[in-house]
């Protein structure tokens, strides 16, 4: 069901700054950088292994990742597992009682399929799915 | 550098708890547990490709994972990343002005060698460098 870790988000409040720990000082890659207007964030990729960092910073002040950063301060956000078939998740999840913050997926604009779990039902860990196209 | 990212630790208060989630509603498959007397935890060990989750349960009220979890309740602790050698990671990130919690490698009793670098350096984020034996 779960093939992987494909990513762990961190949010810091100046991704600059934030790439001279992970990039220049860690030695990890940079693959690029994207606006992702839905989600009001600004955000770093860096691959690590089969996975990746993704590094957010917000744009604005009203986003859950923005409110995170003001409440938490930085740290780890959440945690994302590649998986084959997110529909049969998410029902199975469902089914032995897995608070979904999203009972069905997202469909982002690249038409990656996405969908979170609720902290709750996760010992405190926001956890995302994927469903990758094509995967 | 930088090979992978070895685990992702988590904090619960109860592993048999903790385990419903992860093993029984995800599908995820519980290697093994074992206590680490010597940093007071039980811990779950639950492979997920090429990276594990490590489910952390404290197993008295002093210690740091203790102390995290009574201030910030469950959730993500530490993000461990696997290098080839880490005494040349550890004299490189002081050169560049990283904080280290453990300016030289602690051993385990496995021989593994393993260091902290200080969350103040890393987005809030709390990082281990692992050196695993014969890697």
């Not at 940079?30 to 964030?41: D, I, K, M, R």
């Not at 770093?44 to 993704?54: L, N």
């Not at 994302?80 to 469902?94: Q, Y």
């Amino acid at each position: 069901m779960i093939k992987k870790v494909n990513h762990i988000a961190i949010v810091v409040s100046d991704l600059d700054e934030s790439l001279r720990f992970w990039v220049d000082a860690l030695g990890l890659e940079l693959a690029h950088t994207e606006h992702v207007a839905s989600q009001a964030v600004d955000v770093a990729f860096v691959p690590v292994g089969d996975s990746k960092i993704e590094l957010l910073k917000p744009t604005d002040n009203e986003s859950g990742v923005a409110r995170y950063l003001e409440k938490r301060g930085a740290g780890m956000h959440h945690l994302c597992f590649e998986v084959d078939d997110i529909v049969a998740t998410l029902t199975h999840l469902k089914e032995v009682g897995v608070q979904l913050i999203n009972e069905a997926p997202v469909v982002g604009s690249d038409g990656r399929k996405f969908a979170f779990i609720h902290p709750k039902s996760a010992n405190g860990v926001l956890v995302e799915l994927y469903e990758l196209t094509g995967a």
